[in-house]
């Protein structure tokens, strides 16, 4: 069974750094691509960062040059490190799992919250 767990979220202030991680389990890790996402209250969920298989990486762009997405196979780990905060940032943030050949393969964890205070 396919399980991610956040975990890394809490209170900053505007100008801080958080990094969260995202925790997989029950899949071939490396088979995979991943992504962060995050939902703000009243808004729908949007895109944060992705990265692929090969370590292709895209990002949205109120994140772009300020967050940063990264694995470790050997730990199953899904990292964003996020600098410069700012209040905007505020949201639950989603890890998810997708493989690129099957299409079945869409997990998504509980989320972790990030709040940023102005």
């Known amino acids: 069974q396919v399980q991610l767990v956040e975990s890394g979220g809490g209170l900053v202030q505007a100008g801080g750094s958080l990094r969260l991680s995202c925790s997989v389990s029950?899949?071939?890790?490396?088979?995979?691509?991943y992504g962060w996402y995050r939902q703000a209250p009243g808004k729908q969920r949007e895109l944060v960062a992705v990265?692929?298989?090969?370590?292709?990486?895209n990002y949205g762009d109120s994140v772009k040059d300020r967050f940063t997405i990264s694995t470790d196979n050997a730990k199953k780990q899904v990292f964003l490190q996020m600098n410069s905060l700012k209040p905007e940032d505020t949201a639950v943030y989603y890890c998810?799992?997708?493989?690129?050949?099957?299409?079945?393969?869409?997990?998504w964890g509980k989320g972790t919250l990030v709040t940023v205070s102005s």
């Open positions: 998810n799992l997708r493989n690129p050949f099957n299409s079945a393969m869409n997990f």
């Open positions: 029950g899949t071939i890790f490396s088979i995979n691509g």
């Open positions: 990265i692929t298989r090969s370590g292709s990486t």
